[in-house]
């Protein structure tokens, strides 16, 4: 998602709340940014060179919280847009968090894994200083796992001691949560659930096209099955599948763990990648890349209901026709909440030096999710707008308020 689409949407909920000129610009300006140079030995010994970003957007709610990306296009802008959003998704779960992101612009497929543990700790010793349990958790992102994030804690906690709290989505082996790893999708699954229940239904039989089968999508997928929703397409960067009568979820999730991709998947027919987007399903679930429901596709989406698990997938081009053609839209800083969140229990549990079970994970990540639907709901009542400005606007808020309450100020502002 480019700086641009992130800026309007967040002025769409701006505009709602009537928030002033400067106190958008503060809000909207990142509190740190920290560009660094990262020299490691490759395998063969000659130099590497890379850069490491990682833009801190707003500490007004607590640590700042986001990812690390591992990707060739990681660069400041990039960071800067994902970080603002993981302000406002904090926000909007009401999680103890600011924002942040960050990567590094290297392609791991050309790296091998000593390479990527040399540059991992690289990265860490050149942001100790800014990073930590009380200043910024990194967590996993595009191409960085639970290992790159045991590096993380390791590096850290040579300078600084005893830190499992520095990162989260780390291997259930050296302090991870239990339900980090289908968090995401499963957050996405209750905001479903919910938005089924207002027509007074459940997932059972419903239909389902999800674009992306990765961590997400396949979660997703499978809790879905697993209610009785009927997975009719899947798409994803190599190919794409479907089965009018539903596919098998677990065994989908099995093919692709060892094939990388959904494609030749036997028992469904196979369809263009990108035809899963205008699938003949009551739900779309984009859950791979950012702008991926444009100008040129949103009128020919079929799904009455859109779950935003990808960031960014939606342009706002797109999503003006959504709302015209009055297709509900769960906006991400809501839908894919749910990964952030059970960071949050992990980092608790951390710090506690105490570990939850899994049944506790998925009822408190519930209880999250279910609270933020209807927040944004009871938001989107209030101001009488669509639910992703009604979420730019309930986020806004709680950032809003935080920082006109830590400190006296002689003209407080009304948010
Ligand atoms: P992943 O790498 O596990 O899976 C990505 C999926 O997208 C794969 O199926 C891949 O084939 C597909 N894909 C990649 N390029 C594509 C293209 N050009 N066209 C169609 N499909 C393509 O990633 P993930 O962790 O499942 O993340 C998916 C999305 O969810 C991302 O936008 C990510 O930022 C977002 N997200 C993830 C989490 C999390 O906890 N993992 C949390 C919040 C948001």
Known sequence: MMLDASHRFFHQGADALDVAPHLREILLTPNRIVKVELVIEADDGHLLHFHGYRVQHNRLRGPMKGGLRYHPSVDEDHASALAGLMTWKTAVVNVPYG???????????????????????????????????????PAPDMNTDASVMGWIMDEYTKYEGFSPAVVTGKPLDLFGSPGREEATGRGVVICIEEALKEQGRTPQGVTVAIQGYGNVGSHAGRILAG????????????????????????????WV?????????????????????????????????????TADNANDVRA??????????????????????????????????????????????????????????????????????????????????????AAFALALRRVGRAAMSRVHLSKPIEI
């Open 99 to 137: 924002g942040a992101k960050g990567g590094i612009n290297c392609d791991p497929a050309e790296l091998s894994r000593s390479e990527l543990d040399r540059l991992t700790r690289m990265f860490v010793q050149q942001t100790r200083d800014v990073i930590g349990p009380t200043r910024d958790i």
């Open 304 to 389: 009455r209901l859109i779950v935003e698990a990808a960031n960014g997938p939606t342009t706002p081009e797109a999503d003006e026709i959504f709302h015209q053609r009055d297709i509900q839209v769960i906006p991400d800083i809501l839908a894919n909440a749910g990964g952030v969140t059970v960071s949050y229990f992990e980092w608790a549990q951390n710090i506690q030096q105490f570990r939850w079970d899994l049944d506790r994970v998925r009822d408190e990540l519930g209880k999250i999710m279910r609270s933020a639907y209807a927040d944004v709901r009871g938001m989107q009542k209030d101001l009488k707008v669509d639910a992703r400005t």
């Open 257 to 293: 763990a060892e094939r990388r991709t959904v494609k030749d998947f036997p028992g469904a027919d196979a369809i263009e990648p990108a035809e899963v987007l205008t699938w003949d399903a009551e739900v779309l679930i984009p859950a791979a890349i950012e702008d991926v429901l």
């Open 227 to 254: 209610l009785g929703a009927k997975i009719v397409a899947v798409g994803d960067h190599a190919g794409g599948v479907a089965n009018p009568e539903g596919l098998d979820a677990e065994a989908l999730a099995a």
